[in-house]
Antibody
Framework: EVQLVESGGGLVQPGGSLRLSCAAS????????MSWVRQAPGRGLEWVSI???????YYPDSARDRFIISRDNSKNTVFLEMNSLRAEDTAVYYC??????????WGQGTLVTVSS | DIQMTQSPSSLSASVGDRVTITCRAS??????LAWFQQRPGKAPKSLIY???NLQSGVPSKFSGSGSGTDFTLTISSLQPEDFATYYC?????????FGGGTKVEIK
């Protein structure tokens, strides 16, 4: 059974940084697509980042130059480093894995709140 | 960026009803389209990929169709557990984008 478990969310001040983790089981992060998708309170889904099997990374404009996705194959874990956080980054962040499609498996999410 | 437009944004239906949700892409995406279900307070769940392929374990009452710019998700006989919000998503090009969602409520 595939499990993706996020951690690292919490309250952070505007301009601050946070690092999210996603521990995978039953699913190899090194040989699949791994992404982060977020959902602001009461809003829809927004893709935040993806790392390919070969290590290439892609971001939307809203995350480029502030967010970095990475992985540790030995720990089967994916990370999202978020810098220069803004109020509009407040959301539940989901770790998502895929093999054929990008978004086959979803974690339960971790809440990030950016507020002073 | 490819814009994904879902309609309707919400609908009311009864148990046993057949429901169809549409999703339109602002440009052609071949069949690189997925559908997700999100129940209140829960994470999204993948239902369909490549427009019409059912994910493992998803009941056959769900079906998807379409290609190019116009797509549909059909639920053949609505059950209580199907009341949720449904999202389409394109993965033909970056940035990956989602539709705004369709909330299916009980009539």
């Amino acid at each position: 059974e595939v499990q993706l478990v996020e951690s690292g969310g919490g309250l952070v001040q505007p301009g601050g940084s946070l690092r999210l983790s996603c521990a995978a089981s039953g699913f190899a992060v090194s040989s699949n697509y791994m992404s982060w998708v977020r959902q602001a309170p009461g809003r829809g889904l927004e893709w935040v980042s993806i790392i390919y099997r070969g290590g290439s990374t892609y971001y939307p404009d809203s995350a480029r130059d502030r967010f970095i996705i990475s992985r540790d194959n030995s720990k089967n874990t994916v990370f999202l480093e978020m810098n220069s956080l803004r109020a509009e980054d407040t959301a539940v962040y989901y770790c998502v894995g895929g093999s054929g499609s990008y978004f086959d498996y979803w974690g339960q999410g971790t809440l990030v709140t950016v507020s002073s | 960026d490819i814009q994904m437009t879902q309609s309707p944004s919400s609908l009311s239906a009864s148990v046993g009803d057949r429901v169809t949700i549409t999703c339109r892409a602002s440009q052609g995406i071949n069949n690189y389209l997925a559908w997700f279900q999100q129940r209140p307070g829960k994470a999204p769940k993948s239902l369909i990929y490549l427009a019409s392929n059912l994910q493992s374990g998803v009941p056959s009452k769900f079906s998807g169709s379409g290609s190019g710019t116009d797509f549909t998700l059909t639920i053949s006989s609505l059950q209580p557990e199907d009341f949720a919000t449904y999202y389409c998503q394109q993965y033909a090009s970056f940035p990956l984008t989602f539709g705004g969602g369709t909330k299916v409520e009980i009539k």
